[in-house]
């Protein structure tokens, strides 16, 4: 049954608001040392296996603005919060998290002005495989078969997830800057 655009109490919301809350637990039990840990790599895989389940029920029941905000949020508080507490503990080098961030900042802020204008920026492919590789660089850095002697694998997913994240930024902004400029085109008319 299809769910009212408006609603904030739906499935996919309660999945996503359930990442939110368990983001938290996410970070404390990421461990002081570099060696990984079966329970934050099985918490982290649970969490990022959310990310697909909530987009799915959505898809399949129909999705709203609610969600449209708050699936986002989540994937940020989450992965981003990963990755500090990760370069916290001394696992992640923190200038890719840096620019990954400055990136979710820089996109965000402008989604948000843009959106004010009426523009609707959807997440791009790109930024969902940036997504993707970035909860893959937070797994393997978890998961205790690959945290010591396959530190190349993660680290170097972690770099990719800076290319994908600046990449996609840049399609971002060249995409609404052609919305924008048809949205005022359409207004002029």
């Not at 919301?13 to 990442?19: E, L, Q, W």
């Not at 204008?117 to 940036?130: C, D, E, M, Q, R």
Request: avoid cysteine; hydrophobic fraction near 55%; proline fraction near 4%.
């Amino acid at each position: 049954m299809p769910v009212d655009p408006n609603a904030l109490a739906t499935w996919a919301n309660a999945i996503t608001a359930g990442r939110i809350v368990l983001s938290p637990v996410m970070f404390l039990a990421i461990p002081d040392h570099q060696r990984g840990a079966w329970f934050a790599f099985g918490l982290w895989f649970v969490l990022s296996l959310s990310d697909g389940i909530d987009g799915w029920v959505a898809r399949r029941h129909g999705t709203t603005s609610s969600g449209a905000f708050l699936d986002p949020l989540a994937d940020k508080v989450l992965v981003l919060g990963a990755m500090f507490t990760l370069v916290g503990r001394g696992v992640f080098m923190l200038l890719p998290v840096l620019i990954i961030t400055g990136r979710e900042l820089v996109i965000s802020v402008y989604r948000i002005l843009v959106g004010s204008k009426g523009v609707s920026i959807p997440a791009s492919i790109l930024a969902k495989y940036k997504t993707f590789v970035q909860q893959l660089a937070v797994g393997f850095a978890l998961w205790p078969w690959f945290a010591v002697d396959h530190k190349w694998l993660w680290s170097g997913l972690l770099w990719l997830a800076v290319v994908l994240a600046v990449v996609s930024g840049a399609q971002y902004l060249a995409t609404s800057v052609r919305l924008t400029r048809e949205a005022t085109d359409q207004h002029a008319v």
